[in-house]
């Protein structure tokens, strides 16, 4: 084990001062070893793939035949018992066909569970959806929940749900959530939103 020091020094990345004591040869920050390393990594991905390969064939006694794929030692599929192909993932547990008829017979036996438990989610996500841009129609001021939905204030919401490829509903509420709320967005009835999509505005607006 190196020695500790408790001679102040400062990192050599981010310029702060090393915790005291600090072993004799440290010249960073953890957290700043890290970071430059996964830069380093970035930077020189595609000259480094050969290395991790290399080593990854070494340690496991396997031998590379494409990308994700191994000869690999016979292993019976945990499904139909039958063995599975040499040449294959290392991740591959059954054949393609048993796998899918166990999905079918699982969805089948627990599909009242399933559905309930996909029902409380979108209900969930709904709900994060309206806790953020309001639970009340900006337009008419609309409160029942059932009754409400999101907006794009500048219109083009069609164009939109196919540039990002949800055509609506929990899809277009997931990518809200996975891009933090973004901004331009409001909370309206649908009564009101169908009105502004198809005539341009609502007639609330007009009589206001």
């Given at each position: ?30 957290s700043?070893?890290?970071?430059s ?33 191994k ?23 059954h ?8 999905e ?5 036996t627990?599909?009242?569970?399933k559905?309930e438990?996909?029902?409380r989610?979108n ?6 959806i ?17 009754f409400?939905?999101?907006?794009h ?5 069609n164009a939109h ?22 901004s ?13 999509g ?7 607006q007009?009589?206001?």
């Amino acid at each position: 084990m190196l020695p500790s020091i408790k001679d102040p020094r400062d990192c050599d990345i981010c310029g702060l001062s090393l915790p005291i004591p600090h072993a004799a040869n440290q010249k960073r920050h953890h957290s700043c070893r890290k970071a430059s390393d996964h830069l380093y990594y970035l930077a020189h991905r595609e000259e480094l793939k050969p290395y991790y390969l290399k080593r990854y064939l070494e340690r496991n006694d396997v031998e590379h035949l494409g990308r994700n794929r191994k000869r690999l030692g016979p292993t019976p599929c945990s499904e139909c018992g039958e063995p599975l192909p040499e040449i294959r993932s290392p991740k591959m547990l059954h054949h393609a066909e048993c796998l899918a008829a166990y999905e079918r017979r699982h969805t089948q036996t627990h599909r009242d569970r399933k559905n309930e438990v996909r029902r409380r989610s979108n209900r969930a996500l709904r709900d994060q959806i309206l806790d953020y841009y309001g639970r009340q129609c900006c337009c008419c001021g609309e409160s029942q929940d059932q009754f409400l939905t999101i907006d794009h204030i500048e219109g083009g919401g069609n164009a939109h749900r196919r540039e990002i490829k949800r055509l609506g509903g929990n899809g277009f509420y997931a990518w809200l959530r996975q891009s933090e709320f973004p901004s331009g967005f409001q909370t309206l009835c649908f009564n009101c939103n169908w009105a502004k999509g198809h005539h341009g505005h609502c007639p609330h607006q007009a009589t206001a």
